[in-house]
């Protein structure tokens, strides 16, 4: 079948639309069900708590240029995690269309080759954090100016006018200061500009390999200099108060220069060089597709793929009745060789400073963005082997192959962060349920189920805060589990941090609510060490933890907290988490008609627990009411789960003759007088 000759303009916009649309396609389905996640929170606390300024004395100590785009950001987008998603999705549409302009700026004639690499750009499955919006929207931008820098680059090399090819130069060096102060990192991309600057003179000029590097550092002098510039900027006059981003700090990891140091280097650029341009197309799809456990999703993230693959082949059969004899034939290599080498020359460089400021590549949540900075040079290494190194069926296969690890593994990842807010927004929603108000310099330890366990203490503090103390300085203090925590409970201990030089988190061990999430299907625990209410599942840290825990510090009186609707959204339905909290917190007033009110309504509306343990409150409620019979009945249901009913009794019997604010031994008749 042959199709009429499309216009070249038209053919671009063709080409333009498919790279959007299979964007859009990856990354788009799942953003209005997606939140705030690490990094993210200290940054929407200080916007709320301490405006413009505050963010911006955020990043003074380390990146001071996002500190003004992030108060610009916050301005426009405010608390809404929708706004930030959709923000994230903008950039990287301009990311992927910068780097389509900056292949067909080199490769103007392989119009079908350079637009399925820039597929693979779009889709490259190493970096999997487009959810974590708010704080990767850096990289990202600074990723796709970096992109259209370059593509200004190489005009400029072809620009027939001195007007031209200044202005040119000016916009390259204007987008490369944006990527680079952004993110000092991606430093690795002025070694990629001098690289093409030598292939495109060489390529055009057809000349020698001395005449070639006389005139590449003649055209790069510009960007050299800007280069240089910064460099002396960083490494001699900004001083950074950040150790992650201290040149001083980062030079010191590597110690005494020696054999052994330079081995060391060389095998982890080694590892990160596999990793990032092979292992990147496997692994994460491997982990994801394994763990992800939603039917619904895996069929929809299926069915997207194949429509990535559809659209893909229609362009290409569309595409192939413009391509000339000598492209359709694929009697071209030369082109695909190049990619080839320059592809790897390109993942060299950029990975190189990664590597040498002590970072690098795991396939794990937060550590894999240090892949990013190579993924140009990936989609170009991964087509040179794929028009180079293969041919006929098995070319158009292994597009295919990577096209759906690429989508599958970003649509898996969305998944994932998808049920990582809402495990984070119900959580805040159920303390607020469960503790109206708690008493000002509280330290909250808050565990969530394993998946989607917390990494740094102001995933805790700030949510924390947004809901109590909204447009307020800190006043209660948070703290993720660890290892030793009990040890600082055991000693009432007293500890200060300052978080980004800025924020000062004053934790008081002696004044600790430990507030648990056993399983993604439980409801979350506010932890009173006076009970015996762990569930068997609960971790043996949390096990530790639990005695030194005080509900006390809950108000159950005060002015009930409400989650800001901007951040968490909508009150989630009223299921038996609901009823569960509401029971529990009116055994702590001692209202116990109130409890069994709430427990007979959640019975009534057929509720029940995941974990039975969370009958207990009820339990306890019946007894004090004088219903025999319901209290029986939820004792045997107690009593279903053998593991965790024994371990309340053990936990009951361990208590008996301690000071007690229930009463301990009518619960222990009630339910463990067969023991």
């Known amino acids: 079948m042959k199709f009429p000759r499309i216009p070249p303009r038209l053919e671009g916009w063709l080409s333009a639309a498919l790279v959007v649309i299979v964007t859009l396609l990856t990354y788009g389905p799942l953003i209005p069900s997606l939140g705030f996640y690490r990094d993210d929170w200290y940054l929407i606390w200080t916007a709320q708590a301490r405006g413009a300024e505050g963010i911006m004395s955020l990043f003074q100590g380390d990146r001071p240029f996002i500190g003004w785009l992030y108060a610009l950001d916050y301005n426009l987008l405010g608390n809404s995690p929708l706004n930030w998603h959709v923000y994230a999705l903008i950039i990287k549409v301009f990311s992927a269309l910068a780097f389509l302009w900056l292949l067909r700026t080199v490769w103007k004639e392989r119009k079908i080759e350079t637009t399925l690499i820039a597929l693979l750009f779009v889709v490259y499955p190493g970096f999997y954090q487009q959810p974590n919006a708010a704080t990767f929207k850096n990289l990202l931008l600074a990723y796709g100016a970096a992109m259209a820098s370059l593509a200004c680059t190489v005009l400029a090399l072809k620009g027939a006018s001195v007007f031209r090819k200044t202005m040119l130069v000016a916009a390259s060096i204007l987008l490369a200061a944006l990527s680079i102060f952004i993110y000092e990192a991606l430093i690795g991309i002025e070694a990629v500009r001098l690289i093409l600057i030598w292939y495109v003179l060489k390529r055009d000029g057809k000349l020698k390999i001395g005449e070639s590097l006389r005139k590449t550092i003649v055209a790069a002098i510009p960007y050299l200099t800007f280069a240089a510039a910064f460099l002396f900027w960083r490494l001699f006059l900004f001083e950074s108060t950040r150790r992650a981003t201290n040149v001083d700090v980062v030079l010191s990891n590597f110690g005494p220069l020696s054999l052994t140091s330079a081995l060391h280097l060389a095998v982890e650029m080694i590892l990160d060089l596999i990793e990032t341009s092979l292992l990147a197309w496997g692994v994460p799809f491997y982990q994801f597709s394994t763990s992800v456990g939603d039917a619904r999703i895996t069929a929809m993230a299926t069915g997207l793929a194949l429509i990535v693959l559809m659209l893909a082949g229609a362009y290409l059969l569309l595409m192939r009745g413009q391509a000339s004899p000598s492209e359709e034939a694929g009697e071209n290599p030369q082109n695909s060789r190049d990619w080839l080498w320059l592809g790897a020359a390109i993942i060299f460089v950029t990975t190189l400073p990664i590597v040498l400021a002590g970072r690098n590549v795991i396939f794990d949540i937060q550590w894999d963005r240090y892949t990013y900075q190579s993924a140009a040079g990936v989609a170009l290494f991964m087509g040179g082997i794929i028009f180079y190194g293969l041919k006929g069926r098995l070319r158009w296969a292994a597009l295919c192959l990577l096209l759906m690890s690429g989508v599958l593994t970003q649509l898996f990842s969305a998944n994932y962060y998808r049920r990582f807010w809402r495990v984070e927004s119900d959580a805040m929603w159920q303390l607020a349920w469960r503790a109206p108000q708690i008493e000002d310099g509280t330290t909250v330890v808050l565990v969530l189920p394993g998946n989607y366990a917390l990494a740094e203490e102001y995933e805790v503090w700030s949510p924390i805060n947004l809901v109590y103390h909204p447009r307020q300085e800190l006043k209660i203090a948070g703290q993720v589990m660890y290892d030793d925590l009990w040890l600082e409970a055991v000693l009432g201990a007293q500890e200060e941090r300052l978080v980004r030089g800025t924020v000062t988190v004053k934790r008081d061990y002696a004044k600790l609510l430990l507030v648990t999430q056993p399983s993604a299907f439980s409801c979350l625990h506010v932890i009173d060490g006076a009970r015996a209410e762990l569930t068997a599942q609960e971790r043996l840290d949390v096990q530790r933890l639990a005695p030194f825990s005080d509900a006390d510090l809950i108000d159950p009186s005060?002015?009930?907290?409400?989650?800001?609707?901007?951040?968490?959204?909508?009150?989630?339905?009223?299921?038996?988490?609901?009823?569960?909290?509401?029971?529990?917190?009116?055994?702590?007033?001692?209202?116990?008609?109130?409890?069994?009110?709430?427990?007979?309504?959640?019975?009534?509306?057929?509720?029940?627990?995941?974990?039975?343990?969370?009958?207990?409150?009820?339990?306890?409620?019946?007894?004090?009411?004088?219903?025999?019979?319901?209290?029986?009945?939820?004792?045997?249901?107690?009593?279903?789960?053998?593991?965790?009913?024994?371990?309340?009794?053990?936990?009951?019997?361990?208590?008996?003759?301690?000071?007690?604010?229930?009463?301990?031994?009518?619960?222990?008749?009630?339910?463990?007088?067969?023991?």
């Not at 069994?596 to 509306?605: G, K, N, P, T, V």
């Not at 509720?607 to 029986?632: R, T």
């Not at 024994?646 to 009630?670: F, H, M, N, V, W």
């Open 558 to 675: 005060g002015a009930q907290a409400v989650p800001p609707s901007d951040i968490f959204g909508a009150e989630p339905s009223h299921d038996w988490c609901y009823f569960y909290q509401q029971t529990d917190l009116a055994r702590q007033r001692k209202d116990w008609a109130s409890a069994a009110q709430f427990a007979d309504e959640a019975i009534a509306l057929g509720y029940q627990p995941y974990e039975v343990s969370e009958w207990l409150p009820a339990l306890e409620a019946y007894i004090h009411v004088g219903d025999q019979k319901m209290a029986k009945r939820i004792a045997l249901l107690i009593r279903v789960d053998k593991k965790t009913y024994q371990s309340i009794c053990q936990r009951l019997k361990s208590l008996a003759g301690t000071p007690a604010e229930y009463d301990r031994d009518l619960l222990a008749e009630s339910l463990c007088k067969h023991d």
